[in-house]
């Protein structure tokens, strides 16, 4: 089993920056990678970063190419998610959840196993 816990969201300006963590226990990241995701009221669940566990390479969607960076620190078995220049339209609750499949594209969130609580980010204009 493994239990994902995200931290760090919070109301923020725009143009503003904030850290996002995603810590797991029970069982590590190990050999998986991990993505976050978003969701805004009324909207889907939407991929944002994806970073692999190995080499690590990492993959963004457009829309936070640029501004967000992904990274992992395999000492504390802990993700993380740098937003800058955050925008109104980044607003939504964030989730972290470990990838189950290895093979294509990292922006399905049905390969996704374990997911965490989420946390709120709120970005005022």
């Known amino acids: 089993q493994v239990q994902l816990v995200e931290s760090g969201g919070g109301l923020v300006q725009a143009g503003g920056s904030l850290r996002l963590s995603c810590a797991a226990s029970?069982?590590?990241?190990?050999?998986?990678?991990v993505g976050w995701f978003r969701q805004a009221p009324g909207k889907e669940r939407e991929f944002v970063a994806h970073?692999?566990?190995?080499?690590?390479?990492?993959t963004y969607a457009d829309s936070v190419k640029g501004r967000f960076t992904i990274s992992r620190d395999n000492a504390k078995n802990t993700v993380y998610l740098r937003m800058n220049s955050l925008k109104p339209e980044d607003t939504a609750v964030y989730y972290c959840?470990?990838?189950?499949?290895?093979?294509?594209?990292?922006?399905?969130?049905?390969?996704?196993?374990?997911w965490g609580q989420g946390t709120q980010v709120t970005v005022s204009s």
């Open positions: 959840a470990r990838r189950a499949r290895i093979a294509g594209p990292p922006d399905n969130r049905f390969d996704y196993d374990y």
């Open positions: 029970g069982r590590t990241f190990s050999d998986y990678g």
């Open positions: 970073i692999s566990w190995g080499a690590p390479s990492t």
